[in-house]
């Protein structure tokens, strides 16, 4: 069975950080892009950032772009997301994704964790 648990969410201050990490129970996530996304109430679930297992190839949605920063560890099968600068509007249930391709396509990922809660307050 493949499993993906996020952690790392919580309540902070804007301009404050968190870090996220999402762990992957098969060894045969070294085949896949780790994406994150996150849905924010009464909206659409959006991209985030994508990792590429291998080459480390990675991808950011225009409004995380220079605060957020998408890393692996393959011996751990774990990503990670480094979120600077939090602003309100970053509040959301960030989930966790596995995808055969590098893709910010929600429909393309075939994997979902649970969601961790992300709370950004002004």
């Known amino acids: 069975q493949v499993q993906l648990v996020e952690s790392g969410g919580g309540l902070v201050q804007a301009g404050g950080s968190l870090r996220l990490s999402c762990a992957a129970s098969?060894?045969?996530?070294?085949?896949?892009?780790m994406g994150w996304f996150r849905q924010a109430p009464g909206k659409e679930r959006t991209f985030v950032s994508v990792?590429?297992?291998?080459?480390?190839?990675?991808l950011y949605a225009d409004d995380v772009k220079g605060r957020f920063t998408i890393t692996r560890d393959n011996a751990k099968n774990t990503i990670d997301l480094q979120m600077n600068s939090l602003k309100p509007e970053d509040t959301a249930v960030y989930y966790c994704?596995?995808?055969?391709?590098?893709?910010?396509?929600?429909?393309?990922?075939?994997?979902w964790g649970q969601g961790t809660q992300v709370t950004v307050s002004s």
């Open positions: 098969r060894r045969t996530f070294s085949n896949y892009a």
């Open positions: 990792i590429d297992w291998k080459f480390g190839i990675d």
């Open positions: 994704a596995a995808s055969p391709k590098v893709t910010a396509s929600h429909t393309e990922y075939e994997y």
